[in-house]
């Protein structure tokens, strides 16, 4: 997952669709992005998603961007487009339980996993982003900053982005008094805050030090998630 096959290669000024058109040059394809939301905050699912992305014009997604450089509501278009244009589209939930148990990076890579072999269509490549995924049954390359320089993981971070934010406006509406509709949990001081008045939900992750240190007895029920397992 180091290096792109031989005979491909990339110029610099290829732009957000370099990588996949020289993938395809050399008989590569179709071609999977993978990326997720919601490694770094202490409350609410790790999501993540992989895209498809069809040749030619069906393919450029207007405004598509990596998702922390857009707009929400750029961010809503993309992710309209990305939908109806793609081949095929996965996302998945880990919620905060299971990362707890299987500690971040882990949860990590099996979301990335879960999302490639969801999707309907089988990749003949993979492009994930900053780091390579094993285990996925066809080779892939690891893309430093992927979600800025390759479309699909671009799309892919997208999904997963908007998909988390909804879920995390849904527990907004469940335990407000957190304003997971603000941070989208991560440790901001206004949620630290809010964690030392009240004590930690059934969406925080216990593994982080600061959640731990704020935890009570009376932390209520478990709440089933809105969202786990979607593709196309």
């Not at 990596?66 to 961010?75: G, M, N």
Request: proline share 6%; glycine share 10%; aromatic share 6%.
């Amino acid at each position: 997952m180091s290096a792109l096959p031989r005979g491909s290669t990339i110029r610099r000024d290829a732009g957000l669709y370099g990588y996949e058109r020289a993938l395809r040059r050399v008989g590569l394809d179709p071609i999977a992005g993978v990326d997720e939301a919601g490694r770094g905050p202490c409350a609410g699912p790790l999501v993540a998603a992989a895209v498809i992305l069809p040749d030619g014009k069906r393919g450029q997604i207007p405004e598509l961007a990596d998702s922390k450089l857009l707009t929400a509501k750029a961010r809503d278009r993309c992710y309209d487009q990305i939908r109806e244009r793609a081949l095929a589209w996965s996302v998945v939930s880990i919620e905060a339980a299971e990362c707890d148990r299987l500690g971040m990076h882990v949860a990590n890579v099996e979301a990335l996993r879960r999302a490639i072999f969801l999707l309907d269509l089988r990749p003949q490549y993979v492009l994930t982003d900053g780091f390579g995924v094993d285990g996925l049954g066809v080779p892939g390359l690891a893309v430093w900053k992927g979600d800025r320089v390759a479309a699909c993981i671009a799309a892919a971070s997208v999904i997963a982005k908007v998909t988390r934010d909804r879920i995390m406006q849904h527990w907004h509406d469940v335990y407000p008094h957190y304003d997971f509709a603000v941070h989208k949990g991560y440790c901001t001081p206004e949620h630290q805050a809010a964690l030392d008045e009240y004590g930690p939900c059934p969406q925080h992750r216990r593994r982080f030090e600061n959640v731990r240190r704020s935890m009570r007895p009376d932390m209520g029920q478990n709440v089933t998630s809105p969202t786990g397992v979607e593709s196309r």
